[in-house]
């Protein structure tokens, strides 16, 4: 907070003043001067170069405070910095933080839910190729990568992105910058279904990182998945001791509040999700989720533009069925989740979540057919559905969804050689994803 307050006072010197706390009359001010700037401007590629030191010097401190109001999550300060240093860019021309600044431009879009944002994270990482220097690469990637790509790419790419990002940051001593695209690296590789194992060693550096760190904001971020990930491959096999493991969130969870960090707090209300889907305690899971919705509103509308959003409705959706036998009104809510994350998959044309979603709405499908099946005939389409949706699991790598789905089918379908097969399937996709097989054992016998 003092670099900001700093930085605002510099530039206050430089003759370019900004509010301290902007409202949404100088967001839309300042989006409309880039907008108005853009048609004059089309081919940024070809602007001047800068040379002017105090035009320099105030892009260099736009770029610093773009860091900083991104690290404390300053919600009304982040976005107008980076249509400062947008407008600027397309005023005075291009200096070595016009690709920071144009990747900005590109995150304020995505928020907006633009699909401009590609094109310009695409023009950004042009500008960084052809006038950028070194020490701004890593913070470019990871904004384009948590940000920008997945809109149009897979999510694989993002993979690339974090991994050059992390090393460009590590070799510029961005402690920061580092952990966080770490942390953003493990997410997206966790969701895709990576080895335990290998996210295993990935969270344990992230933690030695974060042990060095003062920072709370990666912490936050990162502590609700590194926990889970420690309960998924614990080898004792007790449910109330792998709870328990989560615990330590509810310190966090008031500073999360504290600080206004939503990238904390969303984290926290799903990965607590996913822990109780996992350890199948779907109870907890449905509890967690109308809590989410109910108590943080706009929190979840938040949620619904994150990568997470699909594998989320999937969590909730499965528990939900899961408890229909014991309740009409869950069966009522697993169908509207359904449609939902049905309407939701339609909008993600060429879109990287695309797979993923598709992955959730195919298991949800199965579940549904399952539980309303009536006769032998059904009991086929059912036993079909089931299949097209582990093989829509496999063909996109999604291994741990794959399990899900042969685990739920050993318990749902009525002909015991496919239960006796389904079982050893999952105990198999299991294993190879490196969960607790004695949990998976322990969940069979229940």
Known sequence: QDAIDLGLDLLEKLNERMPRKPNTSDHVKEFLSVSLQLRRHEDMLSLVRIHDAGKLAVMKILRLLCQFTFILQEDNLFPLVCLRSMSLTLQWGISPCAASAVASYAVVLGIRQDARSVRFGRLALAIHERYSDTEDEGFLLLLLGRFVCHWRQSMRTQIDMFERAIVSASDCKQVFVASMT????????????????????????????????????????????????????????????????????????????????????????????????FFQNWQKAVNLYDSFQSEHRQLYKTFKTHFLYPPLLLHVGVAHYALAKSSSLHTKHAKRILRELSQFTVGLTDDGRQATASVCVAVLEAEHAVLHRNGVNNEESCYSLL????????????????????????????????????????????????????????????
């Open 182 to 277: 770490a942390y953003y690296h493990l997410e997206v590789a966790f969701l895709l279904g990576k080895r335990l194992g290998d996210l295993q060693r990935g969270a344990a550096s992230l933690s030695r990182s974060l042990a060095n760190q003062s920072n709370e904001v990666v912490k936050g971020a990162a502590l609700p998945l590194l926990q889970l990930l420690s309960c998924l491959q614990r080898t004792d096999g007790n449910t109330k001791s792998l709870s328990g493991a989560l615990l330590d969130e509810n310190k966090f969870s008031v500073d999360c509040r504290a600080r206004g960090n939503d990238i904390a707090r969303c984290n926290l209300y799903y990965y607590q999700i996913a822990h109780a889907f």
């Open 387 to 446: 299949e097209t949706a582990m093989s829509t699991c496999r063909n996109n790598q999604l291994l741990q969804y794959e399990a899900v789905v042969a685990a739920r089918a050993s318990t749902l379908l009525d002909d015991q050689s496919k239960v006796q097969l389904y079982r050893a399937r999952a105990r198999l996709l299991y294993e190879q994803w490196g969960y607790v097989v004695e949990s998976v054992d322990h969940k069979f016998e229940e």
